[in-house]
């Protein structure tokens, strides 16, 4: 399975979807894990290289800011598989220290979250990212990971800026999808213009992080409302300018 992943992600050589395909069709017998990602993989409509066929419709929601609106980018099946293999990895949310660079717990974040990375991004993943990658007009490569986040009643994400200072490589755009929808409140929030929003399971948002001059843009400050009942999941890829390259380990850095 992992081989299929690393081969579909293109990790360690050029990506391979025709071959990890093959890769994943030949475990179908003894995996069931592969063979429920071959079944969801059955129902999409892919390119030779995983991506989607047909470039997922979008409609402009708001002017200011700019947030465009993917209805149904996921279907049912598809948010609930990514719950069911996200769920097991659930870790309490990080935010970046600005003055140490770490990742740290902070009250600004009090969700549970997950990150589909290198070895757990399988092709269903890999070919959420590929259609995500079409919606936002980007390419696949300037993803980071997929992230799961999960709230649970109380949990929220205070407002902030996706966009990250002193970085060239800047995380230009965000695509939100809703996973969920049996939830009290927890919009997603604007709270410099008031718009708000809250997509059914399957919906996905798209908007801009920065300027024309590449600053990061104030008004792409965003928050995940308080969740009052329920829980609310979502699945978020933050979207680089050019492609996305993992840190260096950490002894390296401290060199
Ligand atoms: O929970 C939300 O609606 C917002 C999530 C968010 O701010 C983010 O993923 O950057």
């Keep these: 399975l992992l081989h299929s992943n690393l081969l579909?992600?293109?990790l360690g050589g050029e990506a391979d979807w025709p071959g990890a395909?093959?890769?994943?069709?030949?475990?179908?017998?003894?995996?069931?894990q592969g063979a429920a990602q071959l079944a969801l993989l059955s129902e999409m409509a892919l390119e030779e290289d995983g991506s989607p066929r047909v470039a997922p419709a979008r409609r402009l929601i708001s002017e200011t800011p700019r947030v465009t609106l993917g209805e149904q980018l996921l279907s049912p099946a598809e948010c609930r598989y990514l719950r069911s293999i996200g769920t097991p990895m659930l870790q309490p949310s990080v935010i970046i220290d600005p003055h140490t660079g770490r990742m740290v717990p902070h009250p600004v974040r009090t969700s549970e979250g997950a990150a589909f990375g290198v070895h757990s991004e399988d092709l269903v993943v890999n070919a959420v990212n590929r259609r995500i990658a079409s919606f936002s007009g980007t390419s696949y490569e300037q993803g980071e990971p997929l992230q799961m986040l999960s709230y649970r009643a109380g949990a929220e994400y205070r407002p902030h800026m996706d966009a990250l200072g002193g970085e060239p490589n800047q995380r230009i755009l965000t695509v939100i999808v809703y996973l969920s929808d049996d939830y009290g409140d927890g919009e997603t929030a604007f709270p410099r213009t008031g718009f708000t929003v809250r997509g059914k399971a399957g919906d996905a948002i798209l908007f801009r992080n920065v300027l024309a001059d590449g600053r990061p843009d104030p008004i792409s400050l965003h928050a995940g409302r308080p969740v009052t009942r329920g829980t609310k999941v979502i699945a978020t890829r933050w979207i680089r300018r050019s492609a996305f390259r993992y840190p260096p380990p950490q002894p390296l850095l401290a060199l």
């Design 8 to 10: 579909a992600g293109g």
């Design 21 to 32: 395909l093959a890769t994943l069709r030949r475990l179908e017998a003894r995996s069931p």
